[in-house]
């Protein structure tokens, strides 16, 4: 598909040019700073997901020490309380790192806005440029070759107010 369009797009004429968005990004104070929050962030709320389940695998061990000591009745409640613990704990992880988690909130709030800025920087660019398509070659497998002489990257920052 996307190489029957550049072919066409080649033999009408239209010009094309690519940016590197992870160069841009990171250019940005903005996307660092962001970036930095996240990252610290992650670790703190990583460290207690990490020190809830220790503490289940305390539970855990403990109760299969002493299990053969206990009475039946003893032994519904630890289990009762082991899995609760479980459960909680792989709720706190979710809320945490899930797909609807604070972090994944928390990184929309911070880099959303710096990304939405990047990207009009680029359909300007590309508009009064005239380019048909500008590519991100940030990340990309199916880049092979890029030539420098067409990385608008540079143009984006410049754009944003960056050098």
Known sequence: MSVLFFATAVAFGQKFAF????YILK??????A???QLDKLSAQYQKE???RFTTLDDMVRSYQAERVLLTQDMRNKREQ???????????????????????????????????DQVYNAVKDLAAEGG?????????????LYSNPKYDKSDEVLQRLGYK
């Open 49 to 51: 997901v990490e020190t």
């Open 81 to 115: 309380d082991i899995a609760q613990f479980q459960k909680d704990a792989q709720d706190l992880q979710r809320n945490y790192f899930g797909p609807d988690g604070v972090l994944f909130k928390k990184r929309a709030e911070l880099v959303k806005p710096v990304q």
């Open 131 to 143: 380019y048909a398509a500008i590519f991100d070659v940030a990340n990309n497998p199916s880049v």
């Open 27 to 32: 250019k940005i104070p903005q996307f660092r």
């Open 19 to 22: 940016v590197d968005t992870d």
């Open 34 to 36: 962001a970036q930095e």
